[in-house]
């Protein structure tokens, strides 16, 4: 004896349950575009109507005060500053290096005790043993720039030999190089590039300074 024939019903339910993976599938695909969409639109609207407040969540400040009172004192821009320490160490305070670099703006013990010997830095009011607390390692970071600034011209030339020394820069402008176009090292590249990207979003961010409304 034959078995019953499936109804239509039957065969629909069937059919259905077949192809249920798949189409689940292909929903999935459609959808997630279209999130990907909204997302994307939702987020340009909120830039659009608070481009600095967006600015401000991507490069934070720290310890402001004491950037802008070591700024001023090395005739250093805080906005540099910050877009250092960004590149630096991500504003991590305890944050070291496999070579021994230290703290926010990334010293090396020995830079540090160069600039108090040279008179840079009031060593009894910040000592250079101490590079761990911020405000120590703000004030020879930037002490650091200053000494830069007044021995090469311009952020760029200053930015590189933050990373790969002053002697090294001032070697490569000597064979009549130029900086960035002349930098040697891919890491001072890519430094270089990284740091003024930060230095032009922490300029759109803060348009009235690090302390200001």
Do not use: K
């Not at 999935?28 to 608070?50: D, F």
């Amino acid at each position: 004896m034959a078995g019953r024939r499936p109804t239509p019903r039957g065969r629909a339910r069937a059919h259905a349950r077949r192809e249920r993976p798949g189409a689940r599938l292909v929903r999935w695909y459609r959808v997630v575009p279209v999130v990907l969409l909204a997302l994307t639109l939702l987020l340009v609207a909120v830039t659009a109507a608070n481009p600095t407040g967006i600015g401000r969540l991507l490069h934070p400040v720290r310890h402001a005060e004491a950037i802008e009172a070591s700024c001023e004192r090395h005739d250093v821009d805080p906005l540099l500053a910050c877009a250092i320490i960004q590149c630096e160490s991500g504003w991590d305070e305890d944050a070291r290096s496999g070579a021994g670099a230290v703290g926010l703006m990334q010293l090396m013990p020995q830079t540090a005790e160069t600039l108090e010997a040279l008179g840079f830095v009031d060593g009894e009011r910040w000592d250079p043993a101490d590079l761990t607390d911020p405000e120590v390692n703000i004030e020879y970071g930037c002490a650091y720039l200053g000494y830069l600034f007044a021995h090469l011209s311009g952020v760029d030339e200053v930015v590189a030999a933050y990373n790969a020394g002053m002697g090294t820069v001032q070697g490569w402008l000597a064979e009549g190089g130029s900086i960035p176009e002349d930098v040697e090292y891919a890491e001072t590249r890519a430094y270089l590039e990284n740091v003024r990207s930060a230095y032009e979003g922490y300029q759109q961010s803060y348009p009235d300074g690090i302390t200001g409304a």
